[in-house]
């Protein structure tokens, strides 16, 4: 049974892309690996912005500087 996690940062993610993100990866393991779509679990975490650092910062810092 495959298990993905994707981590995400929470940044206005469609409930649309997340099910695009489950169906496609679930898919890549059928594809490439032969796995049976009915038992492959795909999680998304979405993690916030203060929550996720980049290079010694923050990602909400690191957007605020675009």
């Known amino acids: ?3 993905v ?6 940044e206005n993610v469609t409930k649309d ?4 993100l489950i169906q496609g990866v679930t898919q890549l393991l059928v ?5 049976n779509p009915a038992t492959t679990v795909v999680v998304i975490d979405e993690v916030h912005t ?3 650092g980049i290079g ?3 990602v909400t810092e690191l957007r ?3």
């Open 1 to 3: 049974m495959p298990y």
């Open 5 to 10: 996690n994707i981590k995400i940062t929470d």
């Open 17 to 20: 892309q997340k099910l695009k």
């Open 31 to 35: 594809d490439v690996l032969g796995k």
């Open 50 to 52: 203060d929550n996720w």
């Open 56 to 58: 010694g910062k923050c």
């Open 64 to 66: 605020t500087r675009k």
